[in-house]
């Protein structure tokens, strides 16, 4: 059964601390993706990758950091300097059909206590 | 370079009226278009997409969406709501042909359906 998984899906955090959200997907797609959401601000990319080894920043990536190692998988680390992190964060990939359809995981809901 | 404008952060319906969301794009290319719907805590989930095959796109759950060149619009409508549709809709562009390359989302619009 393909698509993509986020982990863990409630995660707590202290502040100062760097946490680190997994994504994974068996779909066979390329470029992967990661969007912050807050309550009326829609979607905000923060970085993508189009290829293995490689990653772009987006609009907000300051405090976050990524890594491409593996095709399947895409971990999102929000660093310490990272002053806002609470939101919902959302993966997603999207594959070599030419129409840019972009598929999302469920999501992981990052809490800042 | 790509945006989009959602019309109404909140458009509320009675169950059984027209569902009609707004979406007006920019596009310096010729644009892939899509909507997605998200239920609390939830991913988005692909409702339909415009890739210039026709002009009048069905998706899932009843709804369509029109691409109208001349208003650079992708309206979603669906002819009668019904209280599982509450939810979060995202209108989303992208440039025709360019790869994998991230969607453009408008700020999404929510809409409540009342018994």
């Known amino acids: 059964d393909g698509g993509i998984t986020q982990s863990p899906k409630y995660l707590f955090r202290k502040e100062g601390q760097n946490v680190t959200l997994s994504c994974e997907q068996n779909l066979n797609h390329d470029a992967m993706y990661w969007y912050r959401q807050d309550p009326g601000q829609g979607l905000r990319l923060i970085y993508y990758s189009q290829i293995v080894n490689d990653f772009q920043k987006g609009d907000i990536a300051e405090g976050y950091s990524v890594s491409r190692e593996k095709k399947e998988s895409f971990p999102l680390t929000v660093t310490s300097a990272q002053k806002n992190p609470t939101a919902f964060y959302l993966c997603?990939?999207?594959?070599?059909?030419?129409?840019?359809?972009?598929?999302f995981g469920p999501g992981t809901r990052l809490t800042v206590l | 370079a790509q945006s989009v404008t959602q019309l109404g952060s909140h458009v509320s319906v009675s169950e059984g009226a027209l569902v009609l969301l707004r979406c007006n794009y920019s596009s310096s290319v010729p644009p892939y278009l899509f909507w997605y719907v998200q239920y609390p805590n939830q991913g988005l989930q692909l409702l339909l997409k415009?890739?210039?095959?026709?002009?009048l796109v069905k998706g899932i759950n009843g709804f369509e969406a029109e691409f109208k060149k001349s208003e650079t619009s992708f309206h979603l409508t669906k002819p009668s709501a019904h209280m599982s549709d509450a939810a979060e809709y995202f209108c989303?562009?992208?440039?025709?042909?360019?790869?994998?390359?991230?969607?453009?989302f408008g700020k999404g619009t929510r809409l409540s359906v009342i018994a």
């Open positions: 415009y890739t210039s095959a026709a002009t």
């Open positions: 997603a990939s999207s594959g070599q059909g030419v129409y840019n359809e972009q598929f």
């Open positions: 989303a562009v992208s440039g025709a042909r360019s790869g994998n390359t991230p969607l453009v």
